[in-house]
Structures are given as C-alpha cells and as structure tokens.
C-alpha cells in the first residue's frame, strides 16, 4: 500500500518499522548537519483544507530534511474558493509532477476517498473526526521513549474522545502495540459503544490517573461541538481538567502528553502543562522524525 490513510489500515509490524525509522531519524536530526539526501527525486504537496501549526509545519520540515521539493497549499488561498472541486484540485497539482500529497480535510473519509480518485501516494494528517495516524505514531514514539514500551503498559485519554482523530488513532495504535487503555471524560463526550475498540471507560478523572503510566490530555473540540454535548467549560475544568494539586496529589510520577492546541485552564493547567512531567514539547519534537520516516517509507515504495 502507498498510502498511509489511517491506522485501521496497517499493522503492528508497519507501526514498528515506523517507529524504528524514526528512531535513526531523530539521531539525523540531532547531528548538526541535519539534512539527508534520500528524497531529491521526490515531490510532495501538502494540502490542509484544515487550519494546522504543528503537523503542517513538521511535515514541511520533515520533507525538507530529506532533501525532497515540497509544495503548500492552503484551501483558504486557492481557486477551492472559487468551487474547484477536490479531485479538480488535486489533479491540477499532481499534473505539475507531484508525487505525494499530505492532506488535512475536515470530512471523515477524505484521505480514503482522494486514495480511491487520484494516482499519488496520500498520506491523511487528520480527517474531521475519524483519523490522526501520524499523531497517534508520534504519541507511540514518545511512549516509548518515556516509558521504555508499550506493551503492558496503561494509557489513559482523557476528554473530548467524541470529536477526536487522535483518540480514535491512538486506540487503534496502543491496542496494537499491547498497551492496556482507558478512555476517561464527561458521558456526553465519551463515543457509545467504544468499549467494542478494547477500551474502558473510567468516568472519574483521579481513578484514571491513579491507574495509568502516561496520560494524554486531549483539546476540547469547541469547533466540532454541538452546543448540547458539552457540560459548561468551568464544569469540564473542574471534573476533567488536570491541575498541579491533583497530579501531585498522585503517589507516583505518570507522564502527561497532550497533541496540542492546548486550552490552558481547561483540559491542563499552565503549571502542568509546562512542568517536568509534561513530554508536550518532545512529542512536537518528535513529529519530525516520526513524518521522515513515514514520507521515506512511502517513498521507497513509489520510486
Ligand atoms: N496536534 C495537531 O494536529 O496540531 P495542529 O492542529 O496544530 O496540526
């Protein structure tokens, strides 16, 4: 398969070689030279339908430390504007000689569908609320890095899991790798049924946290809510949000993660979100070799 559309659609041993790539990557990227020369043959465009910081940033830096030609392109900007339809986009791009395209778009199946319409290498950066898989990949890298594993070891996600590609992702992808997971949040934010994905659910925020090795802390999606989902955001901070008092409250040290934006004062305080046990920034930092090694191992494949 040239694509990487979500982690439904691969396997343990694919998300092993990824993390393994990435883990030469990020030696690369720490040596003061830190481009490689792997990708010149390669174009790649990266269309974000979606408003994105870290992952269309760390994309571009991630193709650009493999030497490949890179393209953006922001929907907000484009004749998508003036009606061009998606598929009339995308093959207006790839007639310029691409030979891979990045996507964010805010319909679930829109990486799967531009797959099945277009000839190039797609690789999904997040889909409305169906998949985030190169979130969940770094997540994974990051869990390993801080923990030493994955297998055996308890991950809770907490918050907005209804709304959320990285929570959908990171279950499949934790599952995978033999990791024990728990969904914690309001009932109004908790998807029915998702215990048939492996999960269970811990509706009280401190149990979670008393149980788990490493907490990722997901945004509340105000953009994707109806307004009936929600408790009000002074509830969710009160039940749901993590602050300095209940994580020192904890007898141990769990690692705290969170995919950014972050809405400081609701799902985390500034004093957790910035304090030793956060791992926030090293999960960005960790992006860009995770993407190198999912753009060099897609790449293989197409040349
Ligand atoms: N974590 C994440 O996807 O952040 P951006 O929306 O800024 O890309």
Redesign the pocket.
């Known amino acids: 398969v040239n694509h990487l559309l979500g982690i439904k659609y691969i396997n343990q041993q694919d998300i092993v070689l990824i993390l393994e790539t990435a883990e030469h990557f990020k030696e690369v990227i720490n040596r003061p030279i830190k481009k490689v020369p792997s990708l010149r043959d390669v174009t790649i465009a990266n269309i974000f339908f979606?408003?994105?910081?870290?992952?269309?940033?760390?994309f571009e830096l991630a193709q650009k430390r493999l030497s490949a030609d890179v393209i953006s392109f922001s929907a907000a900007q484009s004749s998508v504007k003036k009606g061009e339809t998606l598929i009339d986009t995308v093959n207006n791009i790839l007639a310029m000689k691409v030979d891979m395209v990045v996507m964010?778009h805010s319909n679930p199946g829109a990486a799967v569908f531009l797959s099945k319409n277009v000839k190039a290498s797609i690789i999904n950066?997040?889909d409305g609320a169906h998949e985030?898989p190169t979130?969940a990949l770094l997540d994974s890298f990051t869990i390993r890095e801080n923990l030493g594993g994955i297998a055996g070891k308890k991950i809770v996600i907490v918050g907005d899991i209804l709304h959320s590609r990285?929570a959908l992702s990171n279950i499949f992808a934790l599952k995978m790798q033999g990791a024990s997971v728990k969904v914690c949040g309001p009932k109004t934010l908790i998807p029915k049924h998702i215990e048939s994905l492996g999960v269970t659910v811990e509706p009280n925020l401190r149990k979670a946290l008393e149980w788990c090795d490493a907490a990722n802390m997901l945004?509340v999606q105000n953009e994707r809510m109806d307004v009936n989902y929600f408790p009000s955001t002074r509830e969710y901070a009160q039940q749901y949000g993590l602050d300095k008092n209940l994580l020192d409250s904890l007898n141990k040290e769990i690692v705290i993660m969170h995919?950014?934006?972050i809405n400081r004062g609701v799902e985390i305080t500034s004093d957790v979100a910035d304090s030793q046990q956060s791992v926030i920034l090293n999960?960005v930092e960790n992006?860009v070799a995770v993407r190198m090694a999912v753009i060099y191992l897609l790449a293989s494949k197409i040349k």
Not at 50 to 58: D, I
Request: proline share 10%; glycine share 14%.
């Open positions: 979606e408003n994105s910081t870290r992952t269309k940033l760390s964010r950066a997040g985030h979130q990285v945004r995919p950014g934006p999960q992006g």
